[in-house]
């Protein structure tokens, strides 16, 4: 997501050094998110056996996370504000929404609703910074949907281990297979969006788009473990792509 932010800052004439600051703020952000998220969850995830998680296993302390943690939000505040007050305190308010589903909302039916926000809402901040203007209405529609299928692909492995610590939001009260089926439509969604509203029909760019993004649906529903959440970061990347031809 911080090159998808990059190349769409690129493209909307942004400077080199907008560019650079929202790929700093993004990511920054981002990683505050990450590690909180397995800072607060280091006990579920110990109960679980999540061995692949360095807290889990000691190889990282809980103080060197808060103390990263730390640090990227100082980051992330500086590189965002620095972009101006519309998208600077956009982009903060979207990691606070992140912050929010780690201490609480993955554990509510409003899982999805972090997700939703924070991908419709980057674009928004890469337009605000770059163009000034926040962008078309279908850039926020085909992020949200592409967010929301994304949370629901993402949480599909783990729904056992999360529903034995507590943790019940929209994807464990659907279940696996309504999940996945879901989440395919909204996929789909996105793309279609993201072909269709900029020209108002489908041409050669808009069926390739179509086809990749079918290929790797596939995939993730073929390949174990998180091929599905790869997968549709990959549809995200292409629709990306698709924009930025159109842009």
């Not at 529609?141 to 692909?153: D, K, R, T, Y």
């Given at each position: 997501?911080?090159?998808?932010?990059?190349?769409?800052?690129?493209?909307?004439?942004?400077?080199?050094?907008?560019?650079?600051?929202?790929?700093?703020?993004?990511?920054?952000g981002?990683?505050t998110?990450?590690?909180?998220?397995?800072?607060?969850?280091?006990?579920?995830d110990?109960?679980?056996?999540?061995?692949?998680?360095?807290?889990?296993?000691?190889?990282?302390?809980?103080?060197?996370?808060?103390t990263?943690?730390?640090?990227?939000?100082?980051?992330?505040?500086?590189a965002?504000?620095?972009?101006?007050?519309?998208?600077?305190?956009?982009?903060?308010?979207?990691?606070?929404?992140?912050?929010?589903?780690?201490?609480?909302?993955?554990?509510?039916?409003?899982?999805w609703?972090?997700?939703?926000?924070c991908?419709?809402?980057?674009?928004?901040?890469?337009?605000?910074?770059?163009?000034?203007?926040p962008?078309p209405w279908?850039?926020l529609?085909?992020?949200?949907?592409?967010?929301?299928?994304?949370?629901?692909?993402?949480?599909?492995?783990?729904?056992?281990?999360?529903?034995?610590?507590?943790?019940?939001?929209?994807?464990?009260?659907?279940?696996?297979?309504?999940?996945?089926?879901?989440?395919?439509?909204?996929?789909?969604?996105?793309?279609?969006?993201?072909v269709?509203?900029?020209?108002?029909?489908?041409?050669?760019?808009?069926l390739?788009?179509?086809?990749?993004?079918?290929?790797?649906?596939?995939?993730?529903?073929?390949?174990?473990?998180r091929?599905?959440?790869?997968?549709?970061?990959?549809?995200?990347?292409?629709?990306?792509?698709?924009?930025l031809?159109?842009?």
């Amino acid at each position: 997501m911080t090159v998808a932010a990059m190349l769409l800052a690129a493209t909307w004439d942004a400077s080199a050094l907008h560019v650079v600051l929202i790929g700093v703020a993004a990511l920054a952000g981002q990683l505050t998110v990450g590690w909180s998220n397995d800072l607060v969850d280091r006990d579920r995830d110990r109960r679980s056996g999540r061995r692949d998680k360095p807290l889990v296993t000691g190889d990282v302390g809980a103080a060197t996370v808060r103390t990263a943690i730390v640090v990227a939000a100082v980051v992330c505040g500086i590189a965002s504000l620095s972009l101006g007050a519309r998208p600077g305190g956009l982009h903060l308010a979207l990691v606070a929404t992140g912050w929010a589903y780690n201490l609480g909302l993955k554990r509510t039916v409003l899982s999805w609703a972090p997700y939703a926000v924070c991908f419709g809402g980057l674009p928004v901040v890469v337009s605000l910074a770059s163009r000034g203007e926040p962008g078309p209405w279908w850039i926020l529609v085909a992020g949200a949907l592409l967010g929301v299928g994304a949370h629901l692909v993402n949480a599909v492995p783990d729904l056992e281990d999360d529903r034995r610590t507590g943790v019940v939001g929209l994807p464990h009260r659907l279940g696996a297979a309504r999940s996945i089926d879901l989440a395919t439509a909204l996929l789909l969604a996105g793309t279609v969006v993201t072909v269709v509203a900029p020209t108002g029909g489908v041409d050669v760019v808009g069926l390739v788009v179509l086809g990749a993004c079918a290929a790797l649906l596939v995939a993730g529903r073929v390949l174990p473990g998180r091929a599905s959440f790869r997968a549709a970061m990959g549809i995200a990347l292409v629709d990306v792509v698709a924009l930025l031809l159109r842009s």
